[in-house]
C-alpha cells in the first residue's frame, strides 16, 4: 500500500502544483485550490461512508464498470480491488493539500530566471524542465525523505474503517494488527514489541532514504 502510495500519490500533488502555477487567471486559480483542498478536511468517517457508498454493489463505481461493459462486483469485498481503492481515495483526499508546500516552493523561484530561459528561446515546456523543477527538487527531496520514513506506518485508521476479513490478505497493515493483537486479543506486550519494530524499520528506511 505504501509503494502504491509513492508511485502514485507522492508526484501528483507536485504535478498538480506546476500546473496551477501556469494558470494566469487568479479567481480560477484560487477556486481550482480551494476546491481540491475541501476534501482534507472532510471528518475520515464520513469520507469512508462515501467510499463504501460508491463502491456498494449498487454504487456509482459498479455504474460506470457496466457501462463500460464489465460485470459489476463487491469492490470492497475484492482484495486486489481494495489496494487502488485506498490509493485512489487518499488522492482525492490530500492531493490539493499536499500541493500547498510545492505552490509554495515555486513561488520562492527567482522570476529572472524565467526572462532569460524565455530570451534564450525556451517555451513554457523547456521553462518547466529547466527551471520550475530543479527550482523545487530541494523541497520534493525532503518530502520524499520523510515519506519513505514513514513506509510502514501507512493511514491505519482508514483501513479500520473499510477492511473486513474478506480483504486481510491486502488490507491488514502492521497498524491494524496490532490494534488487534492489543486491543482486540489483549497481547499487550506482543503488540508493543511489534510497534517497536515497525519505528525502528521505519528509522532505518529514514536514514536510508538521506
Known amino acids: 500500500l505504501s509503494g502504491l502510495d509513492i508511485i502514485f500519490a507522492f ?3 507536485i504535478i498538480f502544483a506546476i500546473l496551477l502555477n501556469e494558470v494566469k487567471n487568479k479567481l480560477f486559480k484560487r477556486t481550482i485550490q480551494t476546491v481540491s ?3 482534507h478536511f472532510i471528518s475520515l468517517v464520513i469520507a469512508c461512508s462515501m467510499i463504501k457508498t460508491f463502491c456498494a454493489y449498487d454504487g456509482i463505481v ?3 464498470i457496466a457501462a463500460l461493459g464489465f460485470k459489476p462486483f463487491s469492490i470492497l469485498q475484492s482484495p486486489p480491488a481494495f489496494k487502488y481503492v485506498y490509493v485512489l481515495s487518499n488522492i482525492w ?3 490539493g493539500w499536499n500541493s ?3 505552490i509554495a516552493a515555486l513561488g520562492s523561484i527567482n522570476a529572472e530566471l524565467y526572462e532569460a530561459a524565455s530570451l534564450d528561446g525556451a517555451g513554457r515546456f ?3 524542465l529547466h527551471v520550475t523543477i530543479p527550482g523545487i527538487v530541494p523541497t520534493i527531496m525532503i518530502m520524499l525523505i ?3 520514513g514513514q513506509v510502514l506506518s501507512v493511514g491505519y485508521e482508514k483501513i479500520l474503517l473499510l477492511y473486513n476479513p474478506a480483504t486481510y490478505k491486502t488490507a491488514d497493515v502492521i497498524s491494524t494488527y496490532i490494534y488487534r493483537k492489543g486491543l482486540q486479543d489483549f497481547d499487550w506486550s506482543y503488540s508493543a514489541a511489534v510497534g517497536l519494530f515497525n519505528s525502528v524499520v521505519n528509522f532505518v528506511f529514514l536514514v536510508a532514504a538521506n
Open 11 to 13: 508526484p501528483l500533488p
Open 37 to 39: 483542498y475541501m476534501p
Open 62 to 64: 459498479n455504474w460506470v
Open 93 to 95: 483526499q490530500e492531493m
Open 100 to 102: 500547498i508546500l510545492y
Open 126 to 128: 523547456r521553462q518547466t
Open 146 to 148: 520523510l515519506r519513505i
